[in-house]
């Protein structure tokens, strides 16, 4: 079961970019779904998450700005970014919490995928 994370690049202020994490494996369903981020010698941050009755949070950051969204048949999450500032220049993390076919529930976090922005 592995989470691949991709999207990620170099994009001008103001501008946007839609970050997607694909889940595989025996899954047999997918509770919440989240992004994080993180940046040099500072900790991991949740910037959205959505569960899998749709429901969302943001953190206060990027509240207007970004939009979290899935796919439960492709088992995919989505992050669709507008109005970039500098300071979210991060590595993006996606992150599962699993049902797996044998009954066992897991978490999982993807690879993580760059995002710079420039000024």
């Known amino acids: 079961v592995q989470l691949q994370a991709s999207g990620g690049g170099l994009v001008q202020t103001g501008g946007s970019r839609r970050l997607s994490c694909v889940a595989s494996g025996s899954i047999v369903s997918i509770d919440t779904m989240s992004w994080h981020r993180q940046t040099p010698g500072r900790q991991r941050e949740l910037v959205a998450e959505i569960t899998n009755t749709g429901s969302t949070q943001y953190a206060d950051p990027v509240k207007g700005r970004f939009t979290i969204s899935r796919d439960k048949a492709k088992n995919t999450v989505y992050l669709q970014m507008n109005s970039l500032k500098v300071e979210d220049t991060a590595i993006y993390y996606c992150?599962?919490?699993?049902?797996?076919?044998?009954?066992?529930?897991?978490?999982?976090w993807g690879q993580g995928t760059q995002v710079t922005v420039s000024s």
């Open positions: 992150h599962a919490n699993l049902l797996l076919g044998v009954g066992e529930r897991i978490v999982r």
